[in-house]
């Protein structure tokens, strides 16, 4: 079968692609597990933001894709539907299948009628969508294939969930790299790849998918895989590599092992970018920093999520960021572990939430005085409720969502209020504070890529900037004016593809709790 996988153009405020343009590791998955007799291409289109609907015809025109298949997150549902529209409109009678976070956790917004979807994946992908590609390929019936709703002339059935695949023993083959047909991965300049260690998280926080989307358990990739797999990445020219890890900080030990795995195998010319929790970081950081920087880890995303201990409660994130002395909290860790990274010469992005319920302008003010003292590049996010997360069922609760229209759930539109505060001013605090943020890491960037910083920092600089004008930068416009008119401009940049979305605003929008997506088997989890 001929298969066209494509992931979605829109992107966040955080990652501009200029500077950022990084595969679906997802995509490379799916491809490297099919059965190999199928023809698969895969196309992420963030490498052709400017282009997109040109480029969607002409993959459907020269690839002939009798099945294409889309991975969504929330934000990207409103361009996915345009996709799919837009490939219906070249190829009738082509299959669509969505997957990916959204269709996973929220798939009655994919089941209309006028949208065309013949089957959803839920959950993890690789095995349910080989067996789906083999079931259309020997005509054989759907319905044994768990993971899955798939459209027959009743309407939308569904399988029984497909348990977590506990990847540790082999079961899933490694991604293949080699399908994908556009070029111009990037992260600052150097050829960007992502690769998974180990899937899954043991912890809760209420504002993460991940839980909802497999349960509470952690899988380890054999090191051996993982290894082949950062060097097929780097033979193919990755001299950045992502490790997509959900967190890989829960089984320290097997981190440090990978860090000299990596040195022993000689792929420490490598940059690395991690994402971790604090806590084990500044407890295990003495061991644990020296090595991750002679392995080559350069920026590691730390999810502090907030620094005030009511806020972390209702985040659930308490634990995950406690300092801990003989087994009790003595603190918060999020300082130590910025500084021992920081003391390591590793580059810190802090993952912050800031918009909670009880929310002051002083609370978030505290918040961006931390990320202002101890943050390299500010990752701050609003608290979003993305489908079937605890946190979303509290915000609705309180009727404290504000914001339906899920394109706008790119976590840096603040989409609900506080008890204390509009949703537009939560924003307005964030957005003012986190510019100033990022053009103080422009010199360590010039220094470590200076050739990308030469060439585009002036683009950068006028991504992070942007409303802006000379008369503000005077002061003869209030900072007020310039927000609105970014708050205009990212409006535009929403409107990725030239093309209808064939639901509008009519239908499956809005944050929709789900039932989980898979199967919660618990092999393999990590005592908290
Ligand atoms: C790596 C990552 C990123 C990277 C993206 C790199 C890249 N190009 O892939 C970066 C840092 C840039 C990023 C940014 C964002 N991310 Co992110 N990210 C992740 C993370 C940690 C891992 C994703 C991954 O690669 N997993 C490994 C692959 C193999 O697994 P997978 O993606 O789940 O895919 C499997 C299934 O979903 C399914 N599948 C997926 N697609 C498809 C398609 C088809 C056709 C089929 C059949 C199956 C299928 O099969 C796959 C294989 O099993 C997740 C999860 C997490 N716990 O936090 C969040 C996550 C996906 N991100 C999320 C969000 C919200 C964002 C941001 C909007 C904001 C943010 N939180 O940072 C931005 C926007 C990104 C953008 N497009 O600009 C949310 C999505 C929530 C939702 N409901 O949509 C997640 C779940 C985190 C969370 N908050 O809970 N992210
Ligand atoms: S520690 Fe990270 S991956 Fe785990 S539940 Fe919390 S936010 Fe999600």
């Not at 917004?109 to 079931?135: C, K, M, N, Q």
């Not at 097997?254 to 420490?268: E, M, N, S, V």
């Not at 002083?362 to 605890?390: C, M, S």
Request: aromatic share 8%; with cysteine.
């Amino acid at each position: 079968m001929r298969i066209l996988l494509l992931s979605m153009p829109d992107s966040f405020e955080h990652t501009p692609t200029v500077a950022v343009r990084m595969p679906n590791g997802a995509l490379a998955s799916l491809a490297g597990n099919l059965d190999p007799h199928h023809r698969v291409a895969i196309a992420d289109l963030v490498l052709a933001q400017a282009s997109v609907r040109r480029t969607v015809e002409r993959l459907v025109r020269d690839l002939q894709p009798e099945l294409v298949g889309l991975s969504v997150m929330t934000f990207q549902r409103g361009t996915a539907r345009r996709i799919i529209s837009l490939v219906r409109s070249i190829a009738p009678g082509v299959r669509i299948v969505v997957g990916g976070y959204d269709p996973s956790l929220a798939p009655r917004a994919w089941t209309h009628h006028e949208l065309g979807v013949d089957a959803i994946v839920r959950g993890e992908g690789e095995l349910t969508f080989r067996e789906l590609v083999r079931a259309l390929d020997e005509r054989t019936p759907l319905d044994r294939v768990p993971g899955l709703w798939f459209r027959d002339v009743h309407g939308f059935q569904q399988t029984a969930p497909r348990p977590v695949t506990a990847v540790e023993n082999g079961t899933l083959r490694p991604p293949n790299r080699a399908a994908r047909v556009l070029t111009g991965y990037t992260m600052m300049g150097r050829d960007v790849d992502v690769v998974e260690t180990s899937r899954g998280c043991t912890f809760d926080c209420s504002f993460c998918s991940i839980i909802e989307m497999r349960g509470r358990n952690f899988h380890r990739f054999p090191m051996e895989r993982v290894i082949d797999d950062i060097r097929d990445a780097r033979d193919r020219g990755a001299r950045a590599i992502f490790i997509v890890d959900d967190n890989i900080t829960l089984d320290v030990a097997r981190f440090k092992a990978l860090c000299q795995a990596i040195i022993d195998a000689g792929l420490d010319d490598v940059d690395y970018m991690v994402q971790g929790m604090t806590s084990p970081i500044a407890t295990h950081g003495p061991e644990l920093a020296p090595l991750m920087r002679r392995a080559g880890f350069r920026y590691v995303f730390l999810g502090i999520e907030n620094i005030l201990d009511e806020d972390l409660g209702f985040l659930k994130a308490a634990a995950k960021n406690s300092q801990r002395e003989q087994g009790r909290r003595v603190g918060n860790a999020s300082t130590a572990a910025v500084e021992i990274l920081r003391k390591h010469g590793m580059f810190v992005i802090g993952g912050l939430i800031v918009g909670n319920p009880g929310d002051t302008s002083e609370a978030i003010e505290a918040n961006l005085e931390f990320a202002r003292k101890y943050v390299d590049w500010p990752y701050i996010q609003h608290p979003t409720p993305y489908p079937g997360t605890p946190m979303t069922r509290d915000f609705v609760e309180r009727g404290l969502v504000v914001n339906r229209r899920v394109e706008e759930y790119d976590g840096t539109t603040a989409v609900t209020r506080s008890t204390h505060l509009t949703a537009e001013e939560i924003e307005f605090m964030r957005w003012k504070a986190e510019r100033w943020m990022k053009l103080r890491h422009f010199p360590m960037a010039l220094r470590h890529d200076p050739r990308f910083v030469l060439r585009h920092g002036r683009q950068m600089v006028a991504h992070t900037f942007r409303g802006s004008t000379w008369r503000s930068l005077i002061g003869l416009e209030s900072a007020r004016t310039v927000f609105g008119r970014y708050r205009a401009l990212r409006a535009r940049e929403r409107e990725y593809v030239d093309w209808p979305d064939p639901l509008a605003d009519t239908a499956g929008n809005g944050p929709v709790a789900s039932a989980p997506a898979q199967v919660h088997v618990t092999v393999g989890q990590v005592p908290r």
